[in-house]
C-alpha cells in the first residue's frame, strides 16, 4: 500500500510563501513519479509541478515557472513545494500524487494512481 499526506497549507498575503510536504509511506519511490496538482474552487484539477524520483528530474507548469519549487528528501520519503511569490490566482487545494514512472506525460492527472488527501492555500490580495 502507498499513502500520500500533504501538509503545510495555510492562509498568507500576496507575496508571501509557503512550502508544502507530502509525506509518502508504504514502498519505494524509486521508480515513481512524484507530482503536485492544484484544484480551485469551480476550476478543474491543474498540473502544478513533478519529479521523478530517482533521476531528479522537475517539470513546472507554466504558470508557477519560476516561483515553485519541488524537491526531495529521500530519507524522509517527503516531497516537498517551496512556493514563492504566491499571487491570489494561487488559491486552490494542492494535492500530492504519484504513479510508477511511464512514458505517459507527467502532467497528465488520470495516469497518477495515488493522492494525498489535499491541503488548502489561500492567497489574500
Known amino acids: 500500500q502507498v499513502q500520500l499526506v500533504e501538509s503545510g497549507g495555510g492562509l498568507v498575503q500576496a507575496g508571501g510563501s509557503l512550502r508544502l510536504s507530502c509525506a509518502a509511506s508504504?514502498?519505494?519511490?524509486?521508480?515513481?513519479?512524484m507530482a503536485w496538482f492544484r484544484q480551485a474552487l469551480g476550476k478543474e484539477r491543474e498540473f502544478v509541478a513533478a519529479m521523478k524520483w530517482s533521476i531528479g528530474s522537475t517539470y513546472y507548469a507554466d504558470s508557477v515557472k519560476g516561483r515553485f519549487t519541488i524537491s526531495r528528501d529521500n530519507a524522509k520519503n517527503t516531497v516537498y513545494l517551496q512556493m514563492n511569490s504566491l499571487e491570489p490566482e494561487d488559491t486552490a487545494v494542492y494535492y500530492c500524487?504519484?504513479?510508477?514512472?511511464?512514458?505517459?506525460?507527467?502532467?497528465?492527472?488520470?495516469?497518477?494512481?495515488?493522492w494525498g488527501q489535499g491541503t488548502q492555500v489561500t492567497v489574500s490580495s
Open positions: 500524487a504519484a504513479r510508477v514512472g511511464s512514458g505517459a506525460a507527467v502532467w497528465g492527472y488520470e495516469q497518477y494512481t495515488h
Open positions: 508504504g514502498r519505494s519511490f524509486s521508480s515513481y513519479v
